[in-house]
């Protein structure tokens, strides 16, 4: 696995792990993340499970917004 620690701790300069939706200020998908990674950094060898196992170990949850239909998941995350 690339370390993804470096991208994940920039990430959670801004954004903390959300514990429920109603906590929750934003939500991205694993994609959305890793997008936002490459474009920061498009040299970096880290794949799309290398940010979920990050996002993971940092304590972001992942599940699909309330009041969506669909399996749509999403990272929870709150602004600091």
Known sequence: MNEPSVYIDALMSTYA????????THWFSTDE??????????????SKTDVFE????AGFRFQPRP????IDFK??????
């Open 17 to 24: 792990p959300a514990t429920s939706p109603e906590e929750a």
């Open 33 to 46: 993340v890793y997008d936002a990674i490459r474009r920061l950094d498009p040299s970096t060898e880290i």
């Open 54 to 57: 990050g996002m993971q170990s």
């Open 67 to 70: 009041g969506t239909q669909g």
């Open 75 to 80: 990272w929870m995350l709150k602004l600091k």
